[in-house]
C-alpha cells in the first residue's frame, strides 16, 4: 500500500517559476526523502530530511516537513526546463528498513 | 564508478518462460533492493538484501525469486513470467539497511506477451 501521496499529479509552469510539490503520508516515519527521474531513467535521490527536522536546503531545493500534519513540501526555486521529470517522495517508516515511494508528480518545465 | 548496473535493459518474454535480472553495484554497499514501477503505481518493493547472505519479502514477491550471489550483486528471477510481470524494474542499493538514500540502475523494460 502506498505510505506517501503526492500532489499534485502533474506541473506545468515556465522557466524562472517555483513549482511546489506536496507529500503526505500515513504512519510516523524515521525520515522522509525526494527523488527524481527523467524520463526512461532511474531514479535520483535529491534530498533527506529527518523526523526531527522542519527544514532543509540543497541548492535550488527547499524541502519542509511537519510531522503533526504529516506532510512534506518541495520546492524548487528558479526552474530551468532541466526540472522536467517526475518528482518521488518516499518515507521510511519508524522500525523499518525499507522505503516506501509514493506515485509521483510529473513536473513540466517549459522554456 | 559505474554505481549500480543492471541487465539487460530491454527484454520480452513470452507467458510462461523464465529469465533473470541482473544487477551489481560496486559502492560497496551493504543493502540491494528491486522495485518494479507501472504506470500511476509508483514504485513497489518485491525483494531486498539487508546484508549479504539475507533476502527478504516486499510488497509485491509472488512470482518472483532473489539471490543475493556476493556483497556486490543481486538477481531477481521470473520463473514463469505473466503478462502481470510487465514493467519496468529498477534494481537499488544503500550502504546501510536503515534507511538511508539509494542509488537506482537505469532500469530493466520487461513486456510478457
Known amino acids: 500500500s502506498q505510505q506517501g501521496e503526492e500532489d499534485p499529479q502533474a506541473l506545468s509552469i515556465q522557466e524562472g517559476e517555483n513549482a511546489t510539490m506536496n507529500c503526505s503520508y500515513k504512519t510516523s516515519i524515521n525520515n522522509l526523502q525526494w527523488y527524481r527521474q527523467n524520463s526512461g531513467r532511474g531514479l535520483v535521490h535529491l534530498i533527506l530530511?529527518?523526523?526531527?527536522?522542519r527544514e532543509k536546503h540543497s541548492g535550488r531545493l527547499r524541502v519542509t516537513l511537519d510531522t503533526s500534519k504529516k506532510s512534506s513540501s518541495l520546492l524548487i526555486t528558479a526552474s530551468r526546463a532541466a526540472d522536467t521529470a517526475s518528482y518521488f517522495c518516499?518515507?521510511?517508516?519508524?522500525?523499518?528498513?525499507?522505503?516506501?515511494f509514493g506515485k509521483g508528480t510529473m513536473l513540466l518545465v517549459s522554456p | 564508478n559505474a554505481g549500480v548496473t543492471q541487465t539487460p535493459k530491454f527484454q520480452v518474454l513470452k507467458t510462461g518462460q523464465s529469465m533473470t535480472l541482473q544487477c551489481a553495484q560496486d559502492?560497496?554497499?551493504?543493502?540491494m533492493y528491486w522495485y518494479r514501477q507501472d504506470p500511476g503505481m509508483g514504485l513497489r518493493l518485491i525483494y531486498y538484501s539487508a546484508s549479504e547472505g539475507t533476502t527478504d519479502k516486499g510488497e509485491v514477491p509472488n512470482g518472483y525469486n532473489v539471490s543475493r550471489l556476493n556483497k556486490r550483486e543481486f538477481s531477481l528471477r521470473l520463473e514463469s513470467a505473466a503478462p502481470s510481470q510487465t514493467s519496468v524494474y529498477f534494481c537499488?542499493?544503500?550502504?546501510?539497511?536503515?534507511?538511508?538514500?539509494?542509488?537506482f540502475g537505469s532500469g530493466t523494460q520487461l513486456s510478457v506477451l
Open positions: 537499488a542499493s544503500s550502504i546501510t539497511p536503515t534507511n538511508e538514500k539509494l542509488f
Open positions: 530530511i529527518r523526523s526531527n527536522e
Open positions: 559502492m560497496n554497499h551493504n543493502s
Open positions: 518516499a518515507t521510511a517508516l519508524s522500525g523499518y528498513s525499507t522505503l516506501t
